[in-house]
């Protein structure tokens, strides 16, 4: 489930600047899950790294032959995250990291992802702030989007009530280098000639900080009390 363009975050840091905090926080969240959605992230790391504790089986569709994977029962689907092609209530978690500030109207594919999950299922977001890598802040800033650290928990809330944040605000990447200060722009959708001349104005190395949050929200239960 993704939309185009949409970038993850691997488990650790790298030269090129991408830090992976938020992958590894939402692997937490989804430990004990069966059924996992993970919207945006093709390669399935989540339940790569949670087969030994519970498998992540996600719906039908093209299977992926990787072979990190082999061991996972998980399928590929590609979809429209804001016309999610499942039945209510068919996952009992559901993670969309860095993909929905991709989307014209996050809100729609919040409110999809409500719909899939079943009651007390969990849903985990995360998003870069408007206020990320403010040591570049002379040469890009991030371009102003739908679902991001400072909008996002109250996007959510609004669908799910309740939600709990965690931010993240450190200096997280280091680019020794200014080829490495352009590939970090390259990654941000900067244009490469743009971000060789952006990269020129920038002293090396350089530690930049990073910004953003992971929201985590729970389905209302829908079962009846006696």
């Known amino acids: 489930l993704a939309a ?10 790298s030269r090129r600047g991408r830090p992976g905090g938020a992958v590894p926080e939402a692997r937490r969240t989804l430990r004990g899950r069966r059924n996992v959605a993970s919207a945006g992230y093709w390669r399935g790391d989540h339940a790569v790294r949670l087969r030994r504790r519970s498998p992540a089986v996600p719906p039908g569709g093209e299977a992926d032959p990787a072979p990190c994977c082999a061991p996972i029962r998980r399928r590929l689907v590609h979809a429209d995250a804001t016309a999610l092609p499942f039945l209510a209530e068919r996952f009992d978690a559901v993670v969309a990291v860095n993909v929905l500030d991709h989307l014209a109207d996050p ?17 985990v977001a995360a998003s870069a702030s408007r206020h990320d890598s403010p040591e570049l802040a002379h040469v890009w800033r991030p371009a102003p989007v739908g679902f991001d650290a400072e909008d996002a928990p109250g996007l959510v809330a609004s669908v799910f009530g309740q939600v ?4 993240w605000d450190a200096p997280l990447v280091r680019l020794p280098d200014r080829d490495a200060v352009r590939d970090y722009l390259i990654a941000r959708f900067v244009p490469p000639e743009v971000a060789v001349a952006a990269a020129e104005q920038v002293i090396t190395p350089a530690t930049i900080t990073k910004r ?3 929201i985590h929200a729970r389905k209302a239960s829908t079962r009846l009390t006696s």
């Open 4 to 13: 185009p363009g949409s970038t993850t975050a691997p488990a650790r840091p």
């Open 107 to 123: 809100a729609v594919a919040v409110g999809e992802a409500h719909r899939v999950l079943t009651s007390e299922g969990s849903f």
């Open 164 to 167: 709990r944040v965690e931010r």
């Open 212 to 214: 953003g949050a992971l």
